[in-house]
């Protein structure tokens, strides 16, 4: 049996690792795509190079041209351009809104079939954008964050409890910003709840408080402590994790932006919700319940998902 093709749409310091990740875990082989003449090139050509040493089977390949990625049965998106000082956030939203234009055209020419995890920020409005762009089934259009946001609440969770990472699950729903919302009610050591771990010593509400805040601004201190570029191993390794869900019909719940049209009373947007992914795409949408708090939490994160939406509608009217 032909081995998968998965798709890397950008070829920058994600989609490299996204590569890397790929050769080696032997998900499929790899056609990075990217506008900037040589990158892709050169990075499929050096990981091809690891292929030796590490013993992976698996074929790599660096292209311009979007014919390339026809047929590929994943795409992750990671195109797109950072901040950089002086620029608003709108300067931001227009620039990464017709990079999802070309990419969503690409895709739906070139890829219709694939499963598309999107990476690039600001990450619901543009997952949103992209899957207006791509046409594509909306189950099959879904944007990494909440998987990623969930593992830096454990990994800070794990260092407070002195216990294994494999032990802690969290819950970070909402949308990849200020306002994402960290449920420590739903948030685990070993199937024993955060409020209960306080309640026995384990820690204090302040230490937990201040753990939900480092959360929220765990892609801030990333970019704060590189300075030249932001977070890139972690948000790699999260988006495989939601590929390999797919790829392998895993049928795992992990937290993600799907699409929500009815689910959590939500109205034709994309917001970081639970879900089942599996070879569906997203094949279920956990609506858990939550308490008049968190609810207000969530409501909040929604409002700032809706903005940036309107935003996208007031900058390209065909998505209006
Ligand atoms: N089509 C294809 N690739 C593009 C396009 C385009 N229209 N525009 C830009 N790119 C490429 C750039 O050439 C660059 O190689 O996208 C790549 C982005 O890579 P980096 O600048 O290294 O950014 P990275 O750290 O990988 O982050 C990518 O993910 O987490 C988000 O905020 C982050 O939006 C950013 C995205």
Redesign the pocket.
């Known amino acids: 049996m032909a081995r998968p093709k998965i798709a890397l ?7 490299g690792t996204l590569a890397h990740l790929v050769a080696l875990k032997e998900l499929g082989d790899v056609v990075l ?4 003449e040589g ?1 892709p090139e050169g990075k499929a050509l050096d990981i091809a190079e690891s292929g030796p040493s590490e013993g992976f089977d698996a074929a790599l390949k660096g292209t311009q041209d979007y014919a390339d990625i026809a047929g590929a049965d994943v795409c992750i998106v ?5 901040r950089k000082p002086g620029m608003s956030r709108d300067d931001l939203l227009g620039i ?1 809104l017709k ?1 999802m234009k ?2 969503g055209e690409g895709i739906r020419d070139n890829a219709p079939d694939a499963f598309v995890i999107c ?3 600001p990450l619901d409005a543009m997952v949103w954008a992209l899957r207006e762009f791509s046409g594509l089934p909306h189950e099959k259009v879904c944007g990494m964050a909440g998987v990623l946001d969930s593992a830096r609440f454990r990994h800070f969770l794990s260092l407070e409890f002195g216990v294994s990472m494999k032990d802690v699950t969290a819950f970070v729903l909402g949308g990849h910003g200020d306002t994402m919302v960290p449920l420590t009610r739903y948030s685990t050591v070993a199937g024993v709840p955060l409020p209960d771990l306080v309640k026995m010593g384990w820690t204090t509400q302040e230490k937990l408080d201040a753990i939900v805040q480092r959360t929220r601004d765990g892609g801030a201190e990333i970019v704060g402590l590189l300075k030249t ?2 977070a ?1 191993y972690a ?1 790699a390794t999260s988006a495989i994790e939601m590929a390999e869900a797919y790829l392998k019909d895993q049928k795992r719940v992990l937290p993600c932006a799907a699409y929500c049209d009815g689910a959590f009373g939500l109205k034709d947007m994309y917001v970081g919700v639970p879900t089942v992914i599996g070879a569906g795409g997203v094949e279920r949408i956990v609506e858990i319940e939550m308490n008049k708090d968190e609810k207000a939490m969530f409501d909040s994160s929604v409002n700032a998902v809706k903005g940036l939406v309107d935003a996208c509608k007031g900058i390209d009217e065909s998505l209006a």
């Open positions: 749409i950008g070829a920058g310091q994600i989609g795509f990217d506008i900037a990158t990671t195109a797109g351009v950072p990464n990079v070309s990419v990476i690039t920020n570029g932001s890139f948000p």
